[in-house]
């Protein structure tokens, strides 16, 4: 036993990038809320970026450690204590056999990503070890952790080199209002003038209707030209549907494969950075941007990543 779970939290699941290539078959893709999180983690590791952590909502779990090895955790500031001293975030932590971490409660973003060196024995399910608990699959036996649950470390390493460099600054900074850039379709055709300026004029609320699988916005509704209805087409992360009521939803990591609602926009993968720690009551705007820009914006953050892994290395 590597790691055993004392109590599992609101919701604690072990996800990695997301399983792909299957969504034809009606698979969701899952994978990490917070994609650029869960990378800087396994890089600060020397882990591979997509390797399978632990994902932690809202309130963490509390686990007792089996044998050393070294952590890091990013993402949202949700209190973690290791016997009872606080852990750092953004650096890698030494974990000692029978130390305990707990996690004393929110203080910003929604959720923390914890990556362990040579990351968690999980068994590989259609190129995953992500959990989709709507499909019962990966992670461990396809649901959230539950007290008494037990992991092991696939390849720990207790005595990784340079860990004192193996920081950075803190990623995540919380908002008073988050500003998500996106690219204008497939849909965009079906709204009017007044219902396009709408949506990248005003602010909208995230409802506590949020979860793995979209975020409900509440604001001005957006104007269709006919109805909110398509023919069944797939859905990407970040997609924004706009059903009949008018008022956003978009699309996240657990999302279903097809949809039948029009989509005007999607947000871009460097934002789901904010977009997977965004909770009940935030405040977001939506900014227009091409998709050059986009692809620029992915380009810079690849950049950043390997200058952390060659930096290491």
């Known amino acids: 036993m590597s790691i055993r779970v004392?109590?599992?939290?609101?919701?604690?699941?072990?996800?990695d990038l997301g399983r792909f290539g299957f969504q034809q078959y009606g698979v969701p893709v899952s994978g990490a809320m917070d994609p650029r999180s869960l990378k800087l983690a396994n890089l600060l590791l020397g882990n591979d970026p997509g390797e399978a952590a632990?994902?932690?909502t809202v309130t963490g779990p509390q686990l007792i450690f089996g044998e050393a090895n070294y952590a890091v955790l990013t993402g949202g500031d949700l209190g973690a204590e290791l016997d009872g001293k606080p852990m750092p975030r953004y650096q890698a932590v030494k974990i000692e056999a029978g130390q305990t971490l707990r996690f004393l409660g929110l203080r910003n973003g929604c959720r923390a990503y914890l990556a362990f060196a040579g990351g968690l024995d999980v068994p590989l399910v259609m190129g995953s070890?992500?959990?989709?608990?709507?499909?019962?699959?990966?992670g461990i036996k396809g649901r959230k952790l539950e007290a008494g649950d037990e992991l092991r470390f696939r390849a720990p390493q207790p005595d990784l080199p340079f860990p004192e460099r193996r920081r950075?600054?803190?990623?995540f900074?919380?908002?008073?209002?988050?500003?998500?850039?996106?690219v204008l379709g497939p849909q965009d055709d079906h709204f009017t003038e007044a219902g396009l300026r709408t949506f990248f004029s005003e602010v909208y609320t995230v409802s506590a209707d949020f979860d793995r699988m979209g975020c409900r916005l509440d604001g001005p509704p957006i104007e269709h030209k006919g109805g909110a209805d398509i023919i069944s087409d797939g859905i990407a992360?970040?997609?924004v549907q706009i059903p009949s009521s008018g008022?956003?939803?978009?699309?996240?990591?657990?999302?279903?494969?097809?949809g039948g609602y029009t989509k005007i926009a999607t947000v871009c993968s460097a934002d789901f950075r904010f977009l997977g720690q965004l909770k009940g009551g935030d405040k977001v705007n939506f900014i227009p941007i091409s998709v050059e820009q986009a692809q620029n914006v992915l380009l810079l953050e690849r950049q950043y990543f390997r200058m952390i892994r060659d930096f290491l290395r």
């Open 247 to 258: 008022k956003p939803i978009i699309m996240t990591a657990d999302r279903q494969t097809t």
């Open 237 to 239: 992360f970040g997609a």
């Open 129 to 138: 070890r992500s959990t989709c608990m709507k499909a019962k699959i990966g």
């Open 173 to 182: 900074v919380p908002q008073k209002q988050y500003e998500l850039h996106a």
């Open 6 to 15: 004392i109590q599992p939290g609101v919701l604690t699941t072990v996800q």
């Open 168 to 171: 950075i600054g803190t990623d």
């Open 54 to 56: 632990l994902e932690i």
